[in-house]
């Protein structure tokens, strides 16, 4: 089954909006039938009376079910406003989201209430005794206030916004959603972090200019320096145009790190978009070696082997 659903996509979505339609057929249905329906099951049809309470009692029981297929819908609508953001800004994008998630909350809030008067329940008495409203405010009620609060400044703030990538808390990667109770964040394997709002505590945002892109060339310390420097320099242009998709900036040579068993640390960083950071990082150590390879330069010193048994045949 799964198998059939990934081959043919479009016709799980067309599924999904036939039965969306049928729900909101159903729901308008009912509505204009709604006295007709009501009368007809308020006629007593049973000799015992406590059937013929439970078969009055089926109208609101419909109610009920007309309200849940009204949240499906309208939650249904939600969904479909949040994906046809396309072409604004990310802040706009951000705050439809955001926007679209308190709806959600309300639909789904408000509907519970409306579907426990619908069955006769008295849910304003429910709601405002005191045991109820202790247990909302102990088990939940809190944190989820602070997950909101955080949501609506993390938006207005603009701290972050969809598809920038950020560091929060220590993990990297792209913003995918921010609703009011939490933000999702996908690294760069396609693992998806969901956090609370009101938790995060540390955000850097590094969207909001360009990274520095870091390499670190060795060399073999028997290579000429000046040499292998002007030999690099000459080929900077070609890296950069290569990359000129990326719009890095220029490409510059920092200076020689250090100079161990590894031979000689020639260090380069050129400014890019963040998103491109680690893909420009691995075009460059490439390009470098092709340049290495081309003009025979070594990374690595030459082994030298210490022949005791020869030392001694001298003697």
Request: glycine residues 6%; neutral net charge.
């Amino acid at each position: 089954m799964d198998q059939k659903k990934s081959k043919h996509p479009l016709v799980g979505i067309i599924i999904h909006y036939i039965f969306v339609a049928l729900v909101l057929g159903a729901v308008i249905a009912m509505l204009v039938l709604d006295q007709q329906i009501t009368d007809f099951f308020n006629q007593p049809m049973f000799v015992i009376e406590a059937l013929n309470k439970v078969w009055a009692f089926i109208p609101r029981i419909i109610h009920a079910i007309e309200i849940v297929g009204f949240m499906y819908v309208m939650i249904f609508i939600f969904d479909l406003l949040m994906k046809a953001n396309i072409g604004l800004t990310y802040k706009s994008k951000t705050m439809i989201k955001v926007g679209i998630s308190l709806l959600k909350w309300i639909v789904i809030i408000g509907g519970l209430i409306w579907i426990l008067f619908a069955l006769g329940v008295d849910a304003t008495a429910l709601l405002i005794s005191a045991g109820v409203i202790t247990l909302i405010i102990g088990l939940a009620a809190q944190s989820l206030i602070s997950d909101i609060i955080a949501g609506i400044f993390i938006v207005i703030e603009g701290k972050y916004l969809i598809d920038d990538i950020v560091i929060i808390d220590g993990y990297r990667g792209k913003v995918k959603a921010i609703d009011l109770r939490t933000t999702s964040i996908e690294d760069i394997g396609g693992n998806v972090k969901v956090i609370n709002n009101s938790e995060i505590k540390t955000i850097v945002n590094l969207t909001n200019h360009k990274s520095l892109a870091k390499v670190t060339i060795y060399v073999a310390s028997s290579e000429n320096l000046k040499y292998v420097e002007d030999l690099f320099d000459s080929k900077l242009p070609e890296i950069e145009e290569k990359l000129k998709e990326f719009n890095i900036g220029k490409i510059t040579y920092q200076g020689m790190n250090s100079m161990d068993n590894n031979g000689m640390a020639l260090f380069y960083t050129v400014k890019c978009y963040e998103e491109d950071l680690y893909k420009i990082e691995r075009t460059l150590y490439r390009e470098f070696k092709y340049i290495m390879d081309n003009n025979n330069i070594s990374n690595n010193e030459p082994t030298v082997i210490y022949d005791r048994t020869s030392e001694f045949k001298k003697k």
